[in-house]
Structures are given as C-alpha cells and as structure tokens.
T-cell receptor, first 114, second 113 residues
Framework: QKEVEQDPGPLSVPEGAIVSLNCTYS??????FMWYRQYSRKGPELLMY????GNKEDGRFTAQVDKSSKYISLFIRDSQPSDSATYLC??????????????FGQGTILTVHP | DAGVIQSPRHEVTEMGQEVTLRCKPI?????LFWYRQTMMRGLELLIY????????DSGMPEDRFSAKMPNASFSTLKIQPSEPRDSAVYFC???????????FGPGTRLTVL
C-alpha cells in the first residue's frame, strides 16, 4: 500500500462546477500538507500549504485537512477551463527518519470544459 | 523573482552518453531538491542539499547518478553513462525553510535512445 493514495481520475466537469479532489494517507506522522497544480509539460506550482487540521481558503481554492481520518481535500469553486491540469497532493513530517521529505500522490487529471 | 531555473529544457541523447542537468535555485533559498517524474512512479526525490551540502541521497537510483552544488546559486545532476530507463522529467526545487513549501522549476525532459 502506498503512503499516499490519490485517485488519478481523469475527472471532467463543466465550467462553474465545484470540484473536489482528495488524498488519503497512512502515515500518522505527516504534519504538513500541500497541493500543487501541474499544467502539461510544466513544473508543479504550489497552490496551498497547511500545517494543521482544518480549512484554509485562498480565493476559489479551499484546502481541508482531517488528521483523524488521514484525509485531505482541495475544493475549487466556480471552476474555469484554465483550472484544467493535474493536481498533486504532497505531505511530509517534521520529525523522524523522513524529516522534511515530501511524499506525493500520483496526481488527479482535471478537465473543466466550457 | 525569476523562480527556479533549469537547463536544458529538453535533452535527447544516446545510451552510454553523459548527461548534465543544471539548476539555479531561488535566491535566498537554502534547500535544493532534485526530483524525477515518470508516469509509472510519479514524483520521486533523488537528493537534497542544505547550504550546498548533500544531506540525503538515498533516492539516487544508482552510482551512475551524481549531484553537486558548488555554490548557493548552482547545482548539477549528472548521469554517466545514461540508459533508456533514465528517460523522465527531472525537476529541481528549492525551499527557504525545511520542512516547508518547495518551489519547482520547469523541468528537463530527458530522452535516452
């Protein structure tokens, strides 16, 4: 079993829809969580960074972390065609042998059609 | 800030040749990371540096891979000799804090024939 599981999709939604992207993890030592967006043939771009359970909002994006369930989500409101990309979750722990290393999900391919 | 800069953006070479990938991190970032991305394995950390010193190279797949950081603004990842299974996109990332958010470059797409 992988430490981080992410449904690869693909996920196709109409413009304006609310998108929900999710990752589950098995390592209870993970303490910080990130979401990256990667356009085709580009590098991953940091979208959200959180260091605790709860919600964090930035414009149309909301990141949610539930450590008790080992589950994180990214919500995109009023989705736009320009949101079409691969979304990667990443997480890491602040101690132990894997201190500071990020573990990435496989990525979810999202297409928002007009 | 210009962000993380990588060169070349594309590299096509023949099996057995030496390949050198280059990276310039964001100014002021003390941590530099080299990743490899493939469809099968996703993003994998190869090695990371702190203040130009290699800290963890446990992700480097074989002795054919080596990385250096001679100063705070330049790092190289070298593959010698290259093999077709090395074909992938190689990313460099930098970070101001550790642990903390990492900022990625545009990547080098390597094809080994």
């Amino acid at each position: 079993q992988k430490e981080v599981e992410q449904d690869p999709g693909p996920l196709s939604v109409p413009e304006g829809a609310i998108v929900s992207l999710n990752c589950t993890y098995s390592n209870s030592a993970f303490q910080y969580f990130m979401w990256y967006r990667q356009y085709s043939r580009k590098g991953p771009e940091l979208l959200m960074y959180t260091y605790s359970s709860g919600n964090k909002e930035d414009g149309r994006f909301t990141a949610q972390v539930d450590k008790s369930s080992k589950y994180i989500s990214l919500f995109i409101r009023d989705s736009q065609p320009s949101d079409s990309a691969t979304y990667l979750c990443a997480m890491g722990n602040a101690g132990g042998t894997s201190y500071g290393k990020l573990t990435f999900g496989q990525g979810t391919i999202l297409t928002v059609h007009p | 800030d210009a962000g993380v800069i990588q060169s070349p953006r594309h590299e096509v070479t023949e099996m057995g040749q030496e390949v050198t990938l280059r990276c310039k991190p964001i100014s002021g970032h003390d941590y530099l990371f080299w990743y490899r991305q493939t469809m099968m394995r996703g993003l994998e950390l190869l090695i990371y540096f702190n203040n130009n010193v290699p800290i963890d190279d446990s992700g480097m797949p074989e002795d054919r891979f080596s990385a250096k950081m001679p100063n705070a603004s330049f790092s190289t990842l070298k593959i010698q000799p290259s093999e077709p299974r090395d074909s992938a996109v190689y990313f460099c990332a930098s970070s101001q804090t550790y642990p903390g958010p990492q900022y990625f470059g545009p990547g080098t797409r390597l094809t080994v024939l």
